[in-house]
């Protein structure tokens, strides 16, 4: 016996992996096409997180009596929806990168 992870869809349809089972579900919505913008995952990288960590070269610079040096450091993202498939992994059109002089974006690809 080994223990086995399936991953049900609203339609009780089984799979064996969480982006098979999402794919299927956005399908079920009538979104057909996965989205340009995350593949699939729904997500995308959102602001940075920063910290607040000591500059350890810049603090030894500063002699063993100075005071400790901060300095801002980016250690991840959040991860936020996608703004270009509203979290959803898929869309129900074709969507093509869009790069005008001002306007960068995603429309729906004209049929
Ligand atoms: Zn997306």
């Excluded at 869309?91 to 960068?104: C, M």
Aim: net charge negative.
């Amino acid at each position: 016996m080994r223990e086995q992870t399936v991953f049900l869809a609203h339609d009780d349809t089984p799979f064996s992996t969480a982006f098979e089972c999402k794919q299927h579900e956005a399908k079920l919505a009538g979104k057909t096409y996965i989205c340009p913008a995350c593949e699939g995952k729904a997500t995308e990288h959102g602001d940075d997180i920063v910290e607040s960590r000591e500059d350890e070269d810049a603090t030894a610079w500063g002699g063993q009596f100075a005071s400790p040096v901060y300095r801002d450091v980016v250690v991840g993202h959040k991860v936020v929806p996608c703004s270009v498939c509203d979290g959803y992994g898929w869309t129900d059109h074709q969507k093509i990168p869009v790069t005008k002089q001002v306007r960068t974006g995603w429309a729906d690809v004209q049929s």
